[in-house]
């Protein structure tokens, strides 16, 4: 059974710093695309950021030249370092990947992290 474990949500001010962690655990074979989606209250979950296998990355419109996502292959880690936050960032973020496994490839969901942006 492969899991994703999102680490690192939390509360901080306007203009704060935080970093998401999100590790793939079980049996997995290889790993394709990683990214980070965020649902707001009353909001469709949206895009924030997806890195290849190769490192190509993608942002959302909303998030680019704040947040960075990378992520470490050998660890089977995909990161996300937000900077200078803003209210309107606050949500829960989740994190996503295509594993290929024992059952083939599959689509993984993590069960979220909180992200507060208040003063």
């Known amino acids: 059974q492969v899991q994703l474990v999102e680490s690192g949500g939390g509360r901080v001010q306007p203009g704060g710093s935080l970093r998401l962690s999100c590790a793939a655990s079980g049996s997995i074979f290889s790993i394709n695309g990683m990214g980070w989606y965020r649902q707001a209250p009353v909001k469709q979950r949206e895009l924030v950021a997806a890195i290849t296998s190769d490192g190509v990355t993608n942002y959302g419109n909303s998030v680019k030249g704040r947040f960075t996502i990378s992520r470490d292959n050998a660890k089977n880690t995909v990161y996300l370092q937000m900077n200078s936050l803003k209210p309107e960032d606050t949500a829960v973020y989740y994190c996503?990947?295509?594993?290929?496994?024992?059952?083939?490839?599959?689509?993984?969901w993590g069960q979220g992290t909180q992200v507060t942006v208040s003063s």
């Open positions: 996503n990947a295509n594993l290929h496994g024992y059952a083939g490839w599959i689509n993984s």
